[in-house]
């Protein structure tokens, strides 16, 4: 029997990387859409897809180039479709709303168009986000939550889900969408509040660092871990009809409970190191978010399994493993 085909975009990128390693754990012939630049510099940019990178087929593609999606669908021709590449980072999104919109609306648009035209039978994953719920009237937060964005780059996910929904309804694609609220994991981008926190705590503990500048401690998330919440887009995608689904925790704790367990975690009070800097409050925060992902769980049997404590001790023990240092709490 012949392998089935992936296609993912964004691969060099947290989730890129865990859906890669389920995938190809799952037998599946894996190909990734990266940008040139990363083929140029493999070492810094494609460093999450190190261990596996012998094993998956990545083709150089613009988000921003019709062209360039078309030439790789048509390369390519494949069953599943995940498209995770967006400029994801919503405080960028305040510094720069142009191409924000730009690539997360028309490179999805794009790429739903090229799908449509050389490969209708592919089954789709767009990367919706709680971003989209925004000053929510209720929380938790489901799939019948009306959306509030409060970014650009929530009204750049607002498009792409109605996008993907359109498609689904207008020409009969298998065309899913997730609601995901965040998740994180040791391979987090840097700018990301947890992952800052965490690499922030492994500094003060090698003697590098004394202090950690961060903004609104009270804004309130709900935070799962990265490798589950991949497993959840391709359950998505196994399904007899698309459709669109809520993935999260259900449990929602502030940014100062994060930077307290991180501290407490390495034997540190946060109190001594962190200061906080209006500089990095954002012009329209979302103060709660919090996902009820009752229909992931019973359609789909999806469920989380790492506890927020779990999910902070691993970044921190990790970061602090990169740097050489031993938690000792
Ligand atoms: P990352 O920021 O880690 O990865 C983003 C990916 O998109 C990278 O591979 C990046 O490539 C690629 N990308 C960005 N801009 C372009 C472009 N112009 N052309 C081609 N590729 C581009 O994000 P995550 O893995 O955390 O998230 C994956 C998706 O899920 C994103 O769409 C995000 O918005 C969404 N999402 C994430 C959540 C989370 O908590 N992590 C929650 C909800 C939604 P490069 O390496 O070259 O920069
Ligand atoms: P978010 O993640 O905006 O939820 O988007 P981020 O970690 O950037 O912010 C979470 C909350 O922390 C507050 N915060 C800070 N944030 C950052 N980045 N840096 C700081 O110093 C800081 N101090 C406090 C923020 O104000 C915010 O309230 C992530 C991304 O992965 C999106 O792509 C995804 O769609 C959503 O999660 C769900």
């Known amino acids: 029997m012949s392998l089935k085909r992936a296609l993912i975009t964004g691969i060099t990128g947290q989730d890129g990387s865990y859906l890669s390693?389920?995938?190809?754990?799952?037998?599946?012939?894996?190909?990734?859409?990266?940008?040139?630049?990363?083929l140029e510099d493999p070492d810094h940019r494609l460093s999450r897809l190190r261990h596996i990178r012998d094993r998956l087929v990545l083709h150089a593609a613009s988000l921003e180039?019709?062209?360039?999606?078309?030439?790789?669908?048509?390369?390519?021709?494949?069953?599943?479709?995940?498209?995770?590449?967006?400029?994801?980072?919503?405080?960028y999104s305040f510094d720069d709303e142009f191409s924000t919109l730009n690539i997360n609306i028309n490179g999805s648009h794009s790429l739903l168009a090229v799908i449509k035209a050389l490969a209708p039978e592919c089954r789709f994953y767009f990367a919706g986000s709680s971003e989209m719920f925004g000053t929510a009237d209720e929380a938790p937060q489901s799939e019948s939550t009306r959306f509030h964005p409060r970014s650009s780059y929530g009204i750049s996910k607002v498009a792409g889900f109605h996008l993907t929904r359109n498609y689904r309804e207008a020409y009969g694609m298998h065309?899913?969408?997730?609601?995901?609220?965040?998740?994180e994991s040791p391979r987090r981008g840097f700018e990301?509040?947890?992952?800052?926190?965490?690499?922030?705590?492994?500094?003060?503990l090698a003697g590098t660092s004394d202090e950690l500048r961060l903004g609104n401690l009270e804004a309130r998330r709900d935070w799962g871990h990265a490798r589950e919440y991949t497993e959840a887009m391709w359950l998505m995608l196994q399904q007899p009809h698309p459709?669109?689904?809520v993935v999260a925790t259900g449990e929602c704790h502030s940014v100062r409970e994060f930077v307290q367990l991180a501290f407490s975690h390495a034997?540190?009070?946060?109190?001594?190191?962190?200061?906080?800097?209006?500089?990095?409050?954002?012009?329209?925060?979302i103060n709660?978010?919090?996902?009820?992902?009752?229909?992931?769980r019973r359609v789909l049997g999806w469920t989380h399994r790492t506890t927020f404590e779990e999910l902070v001790a691993e970044m921190v023990d990790e970061d602090c493993r990169a740097l050489g240092v031993k938690v000792v709490a």
């Open 21 to 38: 390693e389920f995938l190809l754990a799952k037998g599946y012939e894996v190909h990734g859409i990266v940008r040139r630049v990363a």
């Open 175 to 183: 065309a899913s969408s997730g609601i995901l609220f965040n998740h």
């Open 288 to 296: 709660l978010l919090k996902g009820n992902s009752a229909k992931a």
């Open 243 to 245: 459709d669109d689904y």
């Open 65 to 91: 180039s019709y062209a360039s999606i078309h030439r790789v669908v048509q390369d390519v021709q494949p069953q599943e479709c995940y498209h995770l590449a967006a400029q994801s980072f919503v405080s």
């Open 267 to 285: 034997g540190l009070d946060y109190r001594k190191y962190v200061k906080t800097d209006k500089q990095l409050y954002r012009p329209a925060e």
């Open 192 to 204: 990301f509040v947890t992952r800052k926190i965490t690499a922030g705590v492994a500094r003060i």
